[in-house]
Nanobody
Framework: QVQLVESGGGLVQSGGSLRLSCAAS????????MGWYRQAPGKQRELVAM???????NYGDSVLGRFTISTDVAKNTVYLQMNSLKPDDTAVYYC??????????WGQGTQVTVSS
């Protein structure tokens, strides 16, 4: 059983920064990729950023140049540094884990609210 624990969401003013983290734990698993999606009210879930075990990174177009994804392999943890936040970034952010075997896993979600 693999579990994902997210932290770091909250309320911030426009132009501010937040850092999200997501730690994976549980029985033996091999990570293929790890990252973040987000879902705003009334909208579909969308890619924010993903990083593969080979350090290939993919960002959503709306966060390019503002968000940075990174990992601590030893801790099975992925981070999302979010700078220059905008009200449009307001959403529930979900950690996503892709392993070599088994279905993708999702975290419980953490709320990010950016006030104007």
């Amino acid at each position: 059983q693999v579990q994902l624990v997210e932290s770091g969401g909250g309320l911030v003013q426009s132009g501010g920064s937040l850092r999200l983290s997501c730690a994976a734990s549980g029985s033996s698993f091999k990570i293929s990729a790890m990252g973040w999606y987000r879902q705003a009210p009334g909208k579909q879930r969308e890619l924010v950023a993903m990083i593969t075990s080979g350090n290939r990174i993919n960002y959503g177009d709306s966060v390019l140049g503002r968000f940075t994804i990174s990992t601590d392999v030893a801790k099975n943890t992925v981070y999302l540094q979010m700078n220059s936040l905008k009200p449009d970034d307001t959403a529930v952010y979900y950690c996503n884990l892709v392993t070599v075997y088994g279905p993708p896993r999702w975290g419980q979600g953490t709320q990010v609210t950016v006030s104007s």
